[in-house]
């Protein structure tokens, strides 16, 4: 297949990792925010003294959770689209390039930003719309007369149908506070009914946003309930549970807003589907995976072609070629193993033998105290399963019970588990996450249900050799807890919302400015740099009085080792040893690598060229420092490593 | 960096070992060369210069040796096969011609430790090196025990390990006796065995233990790698007196071993080709026939331009810049502004704050562990850390830490967990990477212990939550699979069952056995993974017998039940969709025209909707028709893959809706059309993208007898259909 479409694909054998988040991503996601404009969406707050109060008309709010919204998407899913759709406004606009509908065919509904994967210049204008207020082509000015919904919901029909076709994931967000648009107009409530069903049929989900204002309830009742479906792709016994914005609990409107869009904010992607999980013979459920926790890095460089108009993304093709440059046809491809020097080739059917270690599935083979997990036991990021009664009815249940005596029980699963076809066996500790919203739970931003931690093989683990022998608790300790406990950090847990990754957000940052073309920023605002101010408030007395302690304490041991030292040097000499011949005044080749004292005096006295290669190499490698080269190079290489550390 | 070893194998060849003894039918010889073919061809996979291997072979009919050549005596029958030196596959094959029974008996295995010690000695002198003798044998040829101790004390004095495996040796340790065993052989394992005894370092057992540990996978040691040498600070020492900062050292203690990489490769063409012959004939012998040879990727680049044929023209990656996107905007950068986007850091280690224990959960790690130790032979350092550690476990508290590995290297969140060497020999930290904001996915999930009903109500008591009898048989059934104390040690203790350092990669293993054996023998098949590495892919067979009622239990409680394969994801004829409210849309729609004409703009609605509520054939048929006339029009339209994905699309709707309603031969004779008109550019133009990348790249092809029952395409059918060019 010349047209194979998948460019972006690795090879299958080599990262295997991350082929499958690569295939987890072929799924694109499209989100049109629909957004009231009305004489109650534009109203400002009531000022009031509190500090806390809004500042924010709901219309606002709106704007500027799109805003936000906008640009956590070109950091995490740079592929994906989104547009603004504003309704209920005087001025009407759909596309000037599009010949057939002017703006006349959708009256009031004023399409700000077109769906589309974002552009510096809708960055921009959406930016300067809600930061300064800049509203230059006066759109937020609310039609005298209301919106017909029908015309709305087709409007965003035909941007998702133009725009996203063939989408995996498509999703209007309509953001109101009016809960019943169409009054008794049951002319107008049928059409939008129909309309939304068009767009049901179309796989747009409708995620509806309501404002609440003043205390008033937002009945859904009255007319959402029409236009709004069950997700299709929701779990069964899924809670439809609409939140609505509003302020108060100590809760601006915006706050309110942007968390109830945030948990919107990625489309639920599962990882696999559908997968058999065996928790004994004859006992098989089947239950789906995800993957709620995934590092996120800025994204590659990539080549631009300078000679258009505009700077273009130049897209890449690869062709493989042999050692003569002949382009070489995918069916004359072979995988083979390099060995001594050598290609190991095994047919097709063999190769295919050779990573075939069972089929996919997860099976269950224990359970464990959860003590028993190693604290060092980590290899990589952990997989979130969930029932589906897509295959075994009454998986649910299952799942639901092994769930709760896990967490009562303190216990974990222990399971051999295979992702995909052909994906390399990794053994897993299933762990249970308690329910989010718990007072107990240790990880509010996560779901409740299981978790597939991934073991290490004893293939994985690195053996480091190190002795520091264990010490008793002391006074040292002592003082330590009390510094301890005047440290916690807030509400003592990590929440890792609370810390954005300082070069993600400075690679964005720049990249913004650079793209709009403003000032590039001078400095972050980084939360992951410790207080250090409050650290001196808090335990700078502590820590001055200790470090006392613990000067004291190392000189005297310092001291008590130096005798150590001597007595056993003279226990050499009295016991004469033979190898004592070929000993080099510097080093004691036989008793273990030198001390860094002994280095500093060897290299003050110059006598670390007396030293053979073997000993310079064992310094070496002790300290980390490469070991390669010639003498020379190594007394270089020492000398230095004592300049810097000693 | 590795350390140089060199170890010569002493291989007996004698007559004795063409024979099969004690039940096996396999000579001596085949049975010891499992385990030195094993050994050597673990070598071969290191690749590594610096380690060496020579071959001795004992009772040859030859004699070939530099002792035998000056005259010495006692040395006869004894052939160095192969001089020391670094292992590769010619060698591994030249080797395995020479490796045949003779018949001859005349060697003395002492004789050929001497040869292989001298060697040894010569190759090494007195560098740094880890020496080593092995000696295969049966022991069936007299050894004279003379100069035993002379070479013991030699061996001992040049550092050389002695190992001696003996074919069918008694093995007390092991529990190997063999029964009426001859004199002979008796004598001459016991001198061997003295031999070994009198080595500072030796080896002596029986080779059925030999080729059993074949099995048990080797792990590739690793040197430790420092990844961290500096501070680790509490508060900023640059700016307050009072902050602390403790010299530490950082390892990696966990690092994901990866399975040997496959390289892509094709196999040299044309061997007779005049142009090529004399390379080829090189490789070709180098490669033992057939020759392979790496595949390289070349990359070209194209932009789009409308005034190109087919919208896109290459470009010369010389006239390329560097640059980033911000969404859809492309930001080209100079090579020298590139860095800019990079935040600036500098190498440090620095504490955050303290958690408890109970505020974290293993699976929120993102990564492989390191371990944090003070610097050594700095005795603040070591007292400082120690402090910390201690007091960390005794509040059952964490340090949460911003990790800079180098200057420039991106921030990281590491936790860091005391270890105060309660049951380990040394006390450390240990170190997990944790998630960032934006690495945290908020996804929305039902919970697991009630069901909301549509008014919001709370229900306790519902089909998709365990009944009390099925949580009392699933406590049981965990209790009953306890692994905590299954296993057994060698003291007959319980221990605990799938312990880490019990679980080999079986992917790794796998693959290296099967390419150390092949490399050995070209011709064989592959064998069954061993046993060893399928050990965890189930329960032991033990526990299920010994939780069999507790399972069974939880079966009946469960009540799972099978969904037919059929009813899987197939739609069908089903409740027509509602909204919430449960208004029934599709009378609405009864009143609109939608139901016999199908819009371009809005097709995938109305095609659906005018399937649902069609009574007739006629109805279904006329919906296919009008659907596959708008696919045709949007691409005849389109402007280069403009409407593409639109048509793609309708396709898709099209091919869903009638399996659907099982008429699948509606989209199969569409299909068959549309792929001529297609590739014969009857749609205003070249249209090969829209069948390739659209239809075949989208899995839109013929619908098949798995998917419908009463489609007439078979799966092999539909593989052709695609792939074929008419």
């Known amino acids: 297949m010349a047209w194979g479409g998948d460019e972006d694909r690795r090879p299958e054998d080599e990262g295997e990792e991350e082929l499958d988040e690569a295939d987890y991503k072929t799924q694109k996601d499209a989100v049109l925010f629909a957004i009231d404009v009305s004489e109650s969406m534009l109203e400002q707050p009531s000022t009031t003294h509190s500090k806390k109060a809004d500042k924010d008309s709901p219309i606002a709010a709106a704007l500027k959770c799109a805003y936000q919204f906008m640009q956590q998407r070109i950091i995490a899913q740079p592929k994906d689209m989104m547009g603004i759709l504003l309704f209920g406004t005087e001025k009407s606009k759909f596309r000037d390039e599009t010949g057939g509908r002017s703006g006349t065919g959708y009256p009031h509904c004023y399409l700000f930003t077109d769906l589309d994967v974002p552009a510096a210049e809708d960055v921009k204008t959406l930016k300067s719309l809600v930061e300064e207020g800049e509203d230059p082509d006066e759109v937020l000015v609310p039609a005298k007369e209301p919106a017909s919904m029908a015309n709305m919901l087709f409007c965003a029909n035909q941007i998702f149908t133009t725009n996203a076709a063939n989408f995996g994931s498509r999703r209007l967000f309509i953001i109101t506070d009016n809960d019943n648009p169409h009054g008794n107009d049951k002319t ?13 049929d179309l796989g747009v989900v409708i995620e509806l946003f309501p404002i609440s204002q003043g205390g008033k309830k937002f009945d859904v009742s009255k007319f959402y309930d029409d236009i709004i479906y069950r997700d299709p792709a929701a779990e069964a016994g899924s809670p439809d549970e609409l939140k609505t914005s509003k302020a108060g609990d100590g809760l601006t409107l915006l706050n309110s807003l942007i968390s109830n869009i945030n948990s919107k904010q990625t489309p639920k992607r599962a990882y696999f589907s559908n997968l058999h999980f065996e928790l004994a013979p004859n006992l098989t459920i089947s239950i789906k995976g995800y993957m709620p926790l995934h590092r996120q890095q800025p994204a590659r460089t990539c080549y631009v072609w300078l000679g258009g108009e505009q700077p273009q993304l130049a897209q890449s093709e690869t062709i493989k ?32 033998s050779l990573k075939n270690l069972g089929s996919k599935g997860l099976r269950l083979i224990g359970f464990k105290p959860r003590s028993m997990l190693p604290s060092w036991a980590s290899v990589k990021k952990s997989i979130f399963i969930f029932p589906s009664e897509e295959h075994y009815v009454g998986s649910t249940r299952v799942f639901s019970a092994l769930w709760q005596k896990l967490l009562a029980s303190d216990r974990v699963g222990i399971a051999w588990f295979i992702a995909r076809e052909n994906a390399n066996p990794i053994m897993v500790a299933m762990i249970p996450s308690r329910t989010p919203d718990e007072e107990m739970s240790e990880t509010p931003y996560l779901p409740a249900g299981l978790w597939l931690y991934p073991l290490p093989f004893a293939d994985d683990l690195r053996d480091v050799e190190l002795s520091a022998p264990p010490r008793s608790a002391d006074e040292l300790t002592d003082k330590m807890r009390e510094i301890v406990q005047n440290l916690q950090l807030p509400r003592a847990m990590y929440n890792p919302l609370k810390y954005p990754n300082p070069s993600l957000q400075w690679h964005y940052k720049v990249l913004q400015a650079m793209a709009l ?28 009085e200790w470090k006392e302690a613990l000067a004291e304490k190392a000189r005297s041991l310092m001291k008590s080792r130096a005798m150590k030292r001597e007595a056993e040097d003279d226990d050499e000499e009295d016991g004469g040893r033979p190898a004592a011949k070929r000993a080099k005044p510097v080093a004691k080749a036989a008793g273990g690598p030198m001390s860094n004292a002994q280095l500093k005096t060897a290299f003050e006295k110059d006598t670390l060229k007396k030293m053979t290669v073997a000993q310079l190499k064992d310094v070496l490698t002790s300290k980390g420092v490469s070991a390669v080269g010639k003498k020379a190079e190594l007394i270089e290489k020492v000398e230095q490593w004592i300049e810097e550390n000693v | 960096m590795a350390d140089k070893e060199t170890t010569v194998y002493i291989v007996d060849l004698g007559e004795s070992m063409a024979d099969c003894h004690n039940g096996r039918d396999e000579s001596d010889l085949d049975y010891a060369m499992r385990y030195v073919w094993d050994k050597i061809s673990t070598t071969v996979a290191a690749s590594r210069k610096t380690w060496t291997v020579g071959v001795v072979g004992l009772n040859t009919e030859e004699t070939d040796n ?117 004199k002979a052989k008796a004598e001459n394992e016991r001198i061997l065995r003295n031999l070994v005894e009198q080595c500072s370092n030796g080896v002596f057992g ?101 005034d190109a044929p087919g919208g896109r023209r290459d470009v010369e990656f010389e006239d390329l810049a560097k640059g980033y996107q911000y969404g859809r905007t492309v930001v080209p950068f100079s090579e020298s502004d590139l860095s800019i986007t990079k935040l600036e850091t500098k190498k440090g280690f620095t504490i955050l704050g303290f958690v408890p224990f109970s505020s974290y959960q293993p699976f929120i790690n993102m990564g492989e562990t390191g371990i944090i130790v003070a610097q050594k032979l700095n005795e603040e350092a070591e007292l400082a850390l120690s402090a910390l550690i201690h007091a960390l476990h005794e509040l059952e508290s964490y340090a949460v830490t911003r990790y800079v590995q180098k200057d420039g290297a991106q921030p990281q969140i590491l936790l860091l967990k005391p270890n105060p060497a309660l049951e380990d020999e040394f006390e450390c930290l240990y170190d997990v990477p944790l998630p960032f904001a934006e690495d945290v996915r908020s996804y929305q999930f039902p919970p697991l212990d009630k069901v909301f009903t549509v008014t919001g109500s709370v229900i306790k008591e519902h089909r998709l939550l365990p009944s009390k009898n099925l ?111 449960g208004l029934d849309i599709d009378a609405l729609l009864g ?94 133009g070249d249209r090969r993208e829209m069948w390739f990348k659209y239809v075949v790249g989208g899995r839109l092809g013929l619908i098949t007898q798995d998917e419908s029952e009463v489609s007439e395409v078979t799966a092999d059918q539909a593989r052709e259909f695609v792939t074929g060019s008419s």
């Open chain 2, 206 to 306: 029986t080779m059925a233990q030999a080729v059993e540990e074949l099995a048990i996978p080797r792990i590739k040691p690793v040197r430790p790698f420092k990844a961290y040498d500096g501070a680790l600070t509490l508060g900023d020492p640059s700016k307050y007196p009072s902050a602390l900062s403790i010299h530490v050292e950082r390892y990696f203690k966990t690092k994901r071993a990866m399975p040997p990489p496959a390289s892509t490769v094709v196999v040299n063409t044309e061997p007779g080709a005049p142009s090529q012959s004399q390379t080829i004939n090189d490789e070709d012998t180098e490669m033992g026939g057939t020759g392979f040879s790496g595949v390289k990727q070349m990359r070209t680049y194209r932009v789009n331009d409308p």
């Open chain 1, 321 to 352: 070629v042999d050692s003569e440059t002949r382009t070489v046809d995918k069916s004359e491809v072979k995988k083979a193993y390099k060995f001594g020097g050598e290609y190991i080739h095994f047919k097709p059917e063999e190769a295919a």
């Open chain 2, 591 to 684: 009143e609109t025209k939608r139901t016999t004409t199908i819009s371009a703009d809005n097709a995938v609605p109305e095609f659906k909707q005018m399937l649902a509520t069609a009574s007739d054939d006629a109805t279904v048929e006329s919906a296919a028709k009008q659907m596959g006339e708008i696919v045709r029009k949007l691409i005849r339209d389109s402007f280069a893959d403009l409407f593409y994905a639109r048509a793609a699309e309708n396709l898709r709707a099209m091919r869903e809706e009638l399996i659907g309603l099982e008429v699948p031969g509606l989209y199969n004779t569409f299909l068959k059309r549309l792929k001529k008109s297609l590739l014969s550019g009857e749609l205003n």
């Open chain 1, 517 to 544: 073309d403003e000032d590039v920023p001078e400095a972050l605002d980084d939360a992951t740099i410790p207080k250090y101010k409050q650290i001196d408030k808090r335990v700078g007395g502590y820590l001055s």
């Open chain 1, 188 to 200: 107008a409530k049928s059409s939008a009914a129909v309309r939304a069903k068009d767009l049901y």
């Open chain 2, 471 to 581: 949580e009392q048989a699933m406590s049981d059934f965990v209790d009953a699979m306890d692994l905590s104390g299954f296993d057994e040690n060698e003291d007959g203790k319980p221990v605990e069952y799938a312990a880490i350092d019990e679980m080999y990669n079986p992917t790794i293993h796998r693959i290296n056995q099967a390419i150390r054996a092949r490399a050995v023998d070209p011709e064989a098949p592959i064998g069954p993974p061993a046993e060893i590495l399928l050990r965890f892919s189930k329960p032991p067979e033990k526990i299920i017998n010994k939780a069999k009622s507790e399972i069974e239990a939880l079966i009946e409680a469960a009540e799972i039940k099978k969904v037919p394969a059929k009813t899987q994801g197939r739609r069908g004829r089903k409740e027509p969709a509602k909204p919430l409210s």
């Open chain 2, 66 to 182: 530099a002792q035998d050549r000056q005259g010495l005596e006692g040395y006869e029958n004894i052939s160095v096969l192969q001089d020391i030196g670094p292992m590769t596959m010619s060698s591994l094959r030249d080797l395995r011609s020479l490796i045949q029974p003779s018949h001859s008996y005349g060697g003395d295995a002492i004789s050929a430790i001497v040869v292989a010690l001298s060697m040894i000695e010569g190759f090494t002198k007195k560098l740094k090196y880890k020496r080593r003798i092995i000696l295969v044998t049966n022991g069936e040829s007299p050894i004279d025990d003379e100069s035993s101790e002379d070479v013991a004390n030699r061996l001992n004095d040049s550092n050389i390990e002695l190992v001696v495996i003996g074919v069918d040796f008694d093995d007390p340790d092991y529990g190997f006796k063999e029964e009426d065993k001859s």
